[in-house]
């Protein structure tokens, strides 16, 4: 047997488990969808003081920005 034969009988046995296991998988039922646990309420930023609000947006690194809040410019200051 050469080295594409193996191949070819291995691919062929392979194709032959994966349509077995797709009839088998047809003829079950279908389970009832899993219930999902409750997703908890999203928690409250925590209040800035109203003297030295920041802008408080996170960078994906962990850095809070340090401009005012609500800030008109479209980037961030990082620190």
Known sequence: MSKMDGLRAMREARYAEATARAAQSTTKPAKAPKAQPPVAPPRA?????????????R?????????????????????
């Open 45 to 57: 930023a925590d209040p800035a003081p109203e003297t030295d609000a920041v802008c408080g947006h």
């Open 59 to 79: 960078s994906m690194n962990g850095r809070t920005c340090t401009r005012e809040a609500g800030h008109a410019a479209k980037s961030h200051r990082y620190s």
